[in-house]
């Protein structure tokens, strides 16, 4: 049998979800012995051709090089798995998906001719076909080993379609919301995380992107009386999955208070 390979790219992103696999640490290095790492640049020179059993993808489509590019690796990856909420939602910089790219380009450099950038950024589904994501900023070390061991063993990686909120129960939390007023998300935020935030007495703020039908709507006048106001309503829903279609359309009708 040959040694499955395994890659992991980077497009426009912090590296955080990259770096997160490399503090698996011992479990890093038992998955070694277990793939041929192809391609990594944050731990490795080795460059090899593809075609990859798997591919890991941080960030989110940005230039015109990285809409080439992802065909190129779509096309050479057998499995396809998006990493964070770059990857999987466009990340913070997708808030230039609803200004002017060229005024924040002629603020930020001092040349901006030279820059090569999209009006938008997007996530790896816009492009090509995903076969599975891990979300979050940064993604959680237990959803990806869960991934690439499931990978490794020839099964469906178990993945949670839940909100944050039954995490919370698993854990024993006492709901932010309910006993302390704390404007939280996490009713309609897809688990994953654990409930990190709220495990540390503070509302979740969405990193891991909208659940599957999340009931927004209903948790709208929860975070009025716990305080926010339209702004601050649209700002908490414009963070690093702004882009993900449930909060974008949310963040942008709330009404004026």
């Not at 479990?27 to 593809?50: C, K, M, N, T």
């Not at 200004?99 to 090509?128: G, N, R």
């Not at 495990?199 to 703020?205: A, K, L, Q, T």
């Not at 309503?233 to 963070?239: G, K, L």
Request: proline share 7%; net charge negative.
């Amino acid at each position: 049998m040959t040694t499955p390979t395994l890659a992991v790219w980077k497009f426009t992103s912090c590296d955080g979800c990259q770096l997160t696999l490399l503090d698996c640490e011992d479990e890093l290095l038992a998955l070694a012995g277990r793939v041929r790492i192809a391609h990594f640049v944050e731990a490795s020179s080795a460059d090899e051709p593809g075609p990859y059993d798997v591919s890991l993808v941080e960030g989110s489509v940005s230039t015109p090089d990285e809409q080439r590019r992802i065909l190129e690796i779509r096309a050479q990856s057998r499995i396809l798995v998006t990493i964070g909420a770059c990857a999987s939602h466009g990340g913070i910089q997708a808030l230039r998906n609803f200004a002017d790219i060229t005024e924040f380009a002629s603020v930020v450099y001092a040349s901006p001719q030279y820059i090569s950038t999209l009006d938008t950024a997007t996530p790896i589904a816009a492009h090509v076909p995903v076969d599975y994501e891990l979300r979050g900023c940064p993604i959680d070390r237990r959803q990806l080993l869960e991934t690439l061991c499931a990978l490794l063993a020839g099964r469906e990686p178990d993945l949670p379609n839940t909100s944050v909120c039954t995490e919370c129960k698993r854990r024993g939390n006492t709901c932010v919301m309910v006993a302390d007023g704390i404007p939280c998300l996490g009713p309609v935020t897809q688990a994953g995380c654990g409930a990190l935030c709220p495990s540390y007495h503070r509302g979740c703020y969405g990193c891991f992107g909208p659940m599957e039908r999340p009931n927004i709507g209903a948790l709208l006048p929860i975070l009025r009386i716990n305080g926010m106001d339209a702004v601050a309503i649209d700002r908490v829903f414009s963070t690093v999955a702004v882009a993900a279609p449930d909060f974008a359309e949310r963040s942008r009708d709330e009404p004026s208070q």
